[in-house]
């Protein structure tokens, strides 16, 4: 190779070298919220030749380590370590950004430049699993989790794989299956394993609760309606019993003599108006009729006599305790005052 070759050679790697310096490289990083990270300078090692480290997250210096100097750091949430790492505390979602460090010799020449793309994340929860025996499905979801990724494994295999947060699967009736079911993303990664087995006789459990639960209603609505009607029947039954009661006690106060809507007392209101005993060979008069009284107020009827007793016989009123007597005498009826007379 001439010299003159070798001159050009020489020159299209500085340019190439220097095209490298032009446009850094840019590391994506991923970190987990209120979690720490540190963004490591990958190929570089601190040396004596090293005289700054500094680090800036978009525009803005948040952090240098400077030979012989003290270091700086714009906040607690930024630390630089001995080695040239920037440590980013209880990450935050708006932490997400651009960070880039330049690292300068003792000379003042720029020895490297790295840029870091930081992406903020939630972690996964743990992955639920859930079953139906009858139409034979599996179900696997993810309640929490940025960017989460779903995969399903059936006896070790993957049978579905997707970036949503829930997965369903339909698996033949007659296998006893062992599923595995994983949630992941950039930060974190959770499984949840299970083994299912169901037999012809398991996909009827369904049924026979339902079953169960059905007869028990029925048969609860069965003994509330007999219930029910035994103690309308009772009820029934005790108002016709008083029914009977009434009409017996009103047909014994016809009977008796009584009105059936007066009740009997034992003395009377106004012995003044009292009935005064009739008097000797005085025909009593019929029930049905009884000739008015002036003045004078019947309280109650009188029961039915005895035919009267021969004439000359003295008449026996009906047992009982005896009337009161009137404070003043009545006179005795017309027709009453006329059978004396007649007789004699």
């Given at each position: 190779?001439?010299?003159t070759?070798?001159?050009v050679?020489?020159?299209?790697?500085?340019?190439?070298?220097?095209?490298?310096?032009a446009?850094?490289?840019?590391i994506?990083?991923?970190?987990a919220?209120?979690q720490?990270?540190?963004?490591?300078i990958p190929?570089?090692?601190?040396?004596g030749?090293?005289?700054?480290?500094?680090w800036?997250?978009d525009?803005?210096?948040?952090a240098?380590?400077k030979?012989?100097r003290?270091p700086?750091?714009?906040k607690e949430t930024?630390?630089?370590l001995?080695?040239?790492t920037?440590k980013i505390k209880q990450l935050k979602r708006?932490?997400s950004?651009?960070?880039?460090v330049?690292?300068?010799?003792?000379?003042g020449k720029n020895?490297?430049e790295?840029?870091?793309?930081l992406?903020?994340?939630?972690?996964?929860s743990q992955?639920?699993?859930?079953?139906n025996?009858?139409?034979t499905t599996?179900t696997?979801?993810v309640?929490n989790?940025t960017?989460?990724?779903?995969q399903?494994?059936?006896?070790?295999?993957?049978?579905?794989?997707n970036?949503?947060t829930?997965i369903?699967y339909?698996?033949?009736t007659?296998?006893?299956?062992?599923f595995?079911c994983?949630a992941s993303?950039?930060?974190?990664?959770?499984t949840?394993?299970v083994?299912?087995?169901?037999t012809?006789?398991?996909l009827?459990?369904?049924?026979?609760i339902g079953?169960?639960i059905?007869?028990t209603?029925l048969?609860?609505?069965?003994?509330?309606?007999?219930f029910?009607?035994?103690?309308r029947?009772?009820?029934?039954s005790?108002?016709?019993?008083?029914e009977l009661?009434?009409?017996d006690?009103?047909?014994?106060?016809k009977?008796?003599?009584?009105?059936?809507?007066q009740i009997p007392?034992?003395?009377?209101q106004n012995p003044a108006?009292?009935?005064?005993?009739?008097p000797p060979?005085h025909?009593?008069?019929a029930?049905g009729?009884?000739?008015?009284i002036?003045g004078h107020r019947v309280l109650h009827q009188q029961?039915?006599?005895?035919?009267?007793?021969?004439?000359g016989?003295?008449?026996?009123?009906q047992?009982g305790?005896?009337?009161?007597?009137?404070r003043?005498q009545?006179?005795?009826?017309?027709a009453?005052?006329?059978?004396?007379s007649s007789?004699?």
């Open positions: 190779m001439s010299l070759s070798k001159i050679a020489h020159f299209l790697v500085i340019a190439i070298l220097s095209l490298k310096g446009v850094p490289e840019e994506s990083v991923w970190g919220v209120d720490d990270i540190n963004l490591n190929g570089f090692q601190m040396s030749s090293i005289d700054d480290v500094l800036k997250k525009k803005t210096k948040i240098q380590f030979k012989d003290t700086y750091e714009l930024y630390q630089i001995a080695n040239g920037l708006n932490d950004d651009t960070y880039k330049t690292i300068y010799n003792t000379q020895w490297m790295k840029t870091f793309v992406k903020i994340l939630e972690m996964v992955p639920e699993i859930s079953w025996c009858t139409n599996l696997c979801k309640t989790g960017d989460s990724q779903l399903l494994y059936l006896n070790g295999s993957n049978v579905t794989k970036n949503q829930i369903t339909k698996w033949p007659k296998w006893k299956a062992l595995k994983t993303n950039k930060i974190s990664e959770k949840s394993t083994t299912i087995s169901c012809e006789k398991g009827d459990v369904y049924l026979i079953i169960c059905g007869g209603i048969i609860l609505f069965v003994s509330l309606l007999i029910y009607n035994s103690k029947k009772r009820q029934s005790r108002r016709n019993d008083e009661e009434i009409r006690h009103i047909e014994a106060t009977k008796g003599g009584r009105k059936p809507h007392d034992s003395t009377p108006v009292s009935q005064p005993p009739p060979g025909r009593p008069q029930p009729y009884r000739p008015g002036p029961q039915k006599r005895p035919p009267p007793p021969p004439h016989t003295q008449v026996h009123q047992k305790p005896p009337l009161p007597r009137p003043v009545q006179k005795p009826p017309r009453a005052a006329a059978a004396p007789v004699s």
